[in-house]
């Protein structure tokens, strides 16, 4: 597993891929941050990080596919799935090798966006005058959320060769639990039910966890997810020896 996940990250950092990649996911965070007339920290007043942790889950949309698109679409296309295979490895040492490449990426790309945190820190009247628990509970949010997404983005890339079908499967699956899932929820006329699907989708758990709000329910929740969705993959790859 070390020796796939150590191939994939030096892969990433020895391309121009990631760098872009995760270059757009800080800009675009920091446009709207600073920049948008809607969501920017200046014009809002107040020392806040809301609008970080409300819209980064709409560029981890196209972030994390993009970084996990090639996971096994290019193995696939390129002819060297079962050379893969016939490494000394299982079929789950080589698909959590892969994930925690990408998860790697996905964390390195959320670390820069420290420096915001500083900056609204130092902003604060008085200075300091922060939820500095409530956005560490936001981080962590953001982080499982992040580990859920790059499951969705591996199992996207399993089950085609094309890098670009891998990408726009994996976006939409991300979009269906996140969004969708609260869409459902909302058609439903009973409210019991409702409110069930409600807490099936992504946006209540990770929503609980930005306010600050460690409750166990939540992190099992995207725990459980993320290993259902790394055990569908590791069903889709090996029904190769079917």
């Given at each position: 597993?070390i ?21 757009v ?54 002819g ?84 670009i ?66 055990l ?11």
């Open positions: 597993m020796s796939v996940f150590k191939k994939e990250v030096s892969g990433y950092l020895n391309s121009l891929i990631a760098y872009i990649v995760i270059s996911f800080l800009t675009g965070i920091g446009l709207i941050m600073w920049v948008f007339p809607q969501t920017n920290v200046l014009d809002y007043g107040f020392a806040d990080m809301g609008s970080l942790f409300g819209m980064a889950p709409y560029v981890f949309m196209f972030l994390i596919p993009a970084i996990c698109m090639k996971l096994f679409a290019e193995e696939r296309k390129s060297t799935m079962e050379l893969l295979f016939t490494q000394p490895l299982t079929d789950m040492q080589v698909i959590l090798g892969k994930y925690f490449a990408g998860l790697f990426l996905v964390a390195f790309s959320l670390l820069p966006t420290l420096i915001y945190y500083y900056s609204v820190y130092e902003l604060g009247s008085p200075k300091g005058n922060l939820d500095s628990a409530g956005i560490m509970g936001s981080y962590i949010g953001l982080f499982l959320l992040g580990s859920f997404f790059t499951a969705l983005g591996v199992f996207a890339s399993s089950i085609t060769e094309n890098q079908v891998a990408f726009i499967l994996g976006a939409f699956l991300c979009f269906l639990w996140y969004d969708g899932v609260d869409a459902i929820a909302l058609l439903e006329t009973n409210g019991l039910s409702g409110h069930f699907i409600e807490r099936l989708g992504v946006v209540y758990h990770y929503n609980a966890l930005s306010r600050g709000l460690l409750d166990s329910r939540d992190i099992l929740y995207f725990l459980s997810m993320t290993t259902a969705t790394i569908l993959t590791k069903l889709v790859i090996g029904s190769r020896k079917w």
